[in-house]
C-alpha cells in the first residue's frame, strides 16, 4: 500500500519561482555592480526591491519625457496661433485692397493714362425682329 503525502498546491510552487526570480535579477546585480559593497552586507534592503526601484524609475523617467514633449507641443501650437493671425491680418489688408481697387473711380483714374473715359451717352439697345433673322 502506497504512503499517504501532503500535495503541494501550484499556488506555492508558483510563488517560489517568483522569489527565484527576484533573486536572480538581485543575485546578478550584486555580483556585476557589487550592491552589497555600496548598502553594506547587512542593509539588503535595496538589493531585495531592486525590481520595483528600477520600475519606479522607468516611470519617472517615462513621466519627464511625456511632459517635457507635451510642452513642446504647447509650444508649437503657440507658434501655429501666432502665425495664423498674422496670415489673417495679411489676408484681411489684401482683400481690402482688392475691394478698393475694384470700385469704378479707382479703375477710371487709372485708365485715364491711356486716355479712356467713361461713356456719357447710355448705351443702345439693338433690336432685331425675328422675320429679319
Known sequence: MAKNTFRESPRATQQQKKQRRKLKLATWLNDFIGLDRLFGEDNAWPIHHIDRILWVTFLLILYIGLNHNAERLVRRIQRT???????????????????????????SKRVAALNLSDSQTPPHKIVVKSNEH
Do not use: F, H, P, W
Not at 90 to 104: E, F, M, R
Open 81 to 107: 496661433k501666432i502665425q495664423v493671425d498674422e496670415l489673417r491680418s495679411q489676408y484681411t489688408v489684401l482683400q481690402a485692397d482688392l475691394d478698393k481697387s475694384g470700385k469704378q473711380s479707382e479703375i
